[in-house]
């Protein structure tokens, strides 16, 4: 079973920053892409960004030199840095077991202009 824990959501103005973090629970975190994804109110849910097992990294274009996705294979977390914030960053952000049905209970990002 694996089980996905966000953290570190919050308020903050345009322009500031905010750190996401996810652990993971079950075996063998380090050989999985990890991704995180985000929800609006009344929009889909949509790709944000994603690491592979080997560190490479893909970024939703408008997220591209604000945001940095990581991780740390000795303490099973994916982070999520997000600098240079803008209101239409503001969502659920949910992190994912890339291709699979894990998913966490989401945190929320409320940035204010």
């Known amino acids: 079973q694996v089980q996905l824990v966000e953290s570190g959501g919050g308020l903050v103005q345009a322009g500031g920053s905010l750190r996401l973090s996810c652990a993971a629970s079950g075996r063998a975190f380090s050989s999985y892409s990890m991704a995180w994804f985000r929800q609006a109110p009344g929009k889909e849910r949509e790709f944000v960004a994603a690491i592979t097992s080997g560190g490479i990294t893909n970024y939703k274009e408008s997220v591209k030199g604000r945001f940095t996705i990581s991780r740390d294979n000795a303490k099973n977390t994916v982070l999520l840095q997000m600098n240079s914030l803008k209101p239409e960053d503001m969502a659920v952000y949910y992190c994912?077991?890339?291709?699979?049905?894990?998913w966490g209970q989401g945190t929320q990002v409320t940035v204010s202009s």
């Open positions: 994912n077991r890339w291709g699979t049905p894990y």
